[in-house]
């Protein structure tokens, strides 16, 4: 077929949008909205593992210096610790804010911190605060950290770490079932309303046929039209999903030191994944909308 052929078809596909303009609404619409649901579905999923890894960052390691370690021997073992591929981050903890922290945790013993030992923290070991990148090996982590020289003690609760572990599986396999259930619900309302679209020029697509136009001939004005309807949907879709979003976003994480606590604070901003939203969109209200329509034409070419 030559390019001013392909042109004529293309423009066709274009002006049927237009001359079948309900039709092309309804189409635009459902596509939209399971474009809408199958996406937030998804996006819904990375956030709340997103979530669920905010959260096992938070599952620290405690280290316990032994007591009377110089500078030279603190930052010695913070070097050791740093060199462990597992580790996140780690915070020097001095033992004048270990002092401080007992006295927050035991307010009922307040007397006794203020008449017995007052800001002596001579006592008290140095420490770090360690988090790591991956809860599923805390536990090598924890022991690697304890075998580093003038280290009393490593700990961390690997109950936690086996916790989110499991939240993690369970999360996945439920969003997993529910996207691919909403994708298949929404394959079967585009199909059929891809389907009435296309009945309702039967007679068209049968004169067609019946003039001696090759199948390829009449296909294309529908591909043209379902694919731009689609990617119309997909700009639809991303447009509402960007809004929303970024207002779901600005509300939750506004709230400032209580969400981190629930993980919020690791939801993704848009802008890291806003070029993968609207290419997802657009590439897939694209793709569905132009081949729902033509499978659709199957039946009323086969004359």
């Known amino acids: 077929m030559k390019l001013s052929g392909v042109k004529y078809l293309a423009d066709q596909g274009v002006e049927n949008i237009w001359k ?16 809408l649901l199958v996406g937030v579905a998804g996006l819904f999923y990375i956030n709340l593992n997103s ?10 390691v405690v280290v316990i210096m032994e007591n009377g370690t110089t500078d030279e ?24 804010e270990a002092l401080e922290r007992q ?19 001579s006592f008290m070991p140095d420490g770090f605060s360690v988090t790591v990148k991956n809860t599923d090996q805390i536990s090598d982590t924890t022991a690697q950290i304890s075998a580093i020289q003038n280290i009393q003690s490593a700990s961390a609760s690997p109950q936690v770490a086996e916790f989110l572990r ?17 994708a298949v619900v929404s394959m079967i309302i585009i199909s059929n309303t891809t389907k009435a679209s296309v009945f309702a020029r039967r007679e068209e697509i049968q004169i067609m046929k019946y003039v001696g136009a090759t199948n390829a001939f009449i296909r294309m004005p529908f591909f043209v039209e379902g694919m731009v309807t689609g990617f119309f949907a997909g700009a639809g879709a991303y447009f509402i ?19 981190n606590t629930f993980g919020v604070g690791s939801l993704i ?28 034409t199957r039946k009323h070419i086969d004359v």
Do not use: H
Request: hydrophobic share 50%; with cysteine; glycine share 6%.
């Open 20 to 35: 079948n303009k309900m039709m092309a609404f309804a189409t635009f619409c459902v596509l939209l909205i399971s474009l």
């Open 51 to 60: 979530m669920i890894k905010g959260l096992g960052s938070q599952n620290e």
């Open 73 to 96: 021997q603190n930052s010695a073992a913070e070097e050791a610790i740093k060199a462990i591929p597992n580790v996140a981050t780690i915070k020097f903890i001095s033992k004048e």
């Open 103 to 121: 006295k927050a945790s035991l307010p009922n013993a307040e007397k006794i911190f203020s008449e017995y030992i007052g800001s002596d923290a």
């Open 166 to 182: 499991e939240l993690r599986k369970v999360v996945s396999i439920i969003a997993g079932a529910v996207i691919l259930a909403l």
């Open 241 to 259: 999903t960007w809004a929303v979003y970024r207002s779901v976003y600005n509300m939750l994480t506004e709230q400032g030191m209580l969400m």
């Open 269 to 296: 901003p848009f802008d890291k994944i806003r070029l993968y939203v609207v290419l997802g969109y657009l590439v897939a209200g694209s793709f569905i909308g132009a081949i729902g329509s033509v499978i659709s």
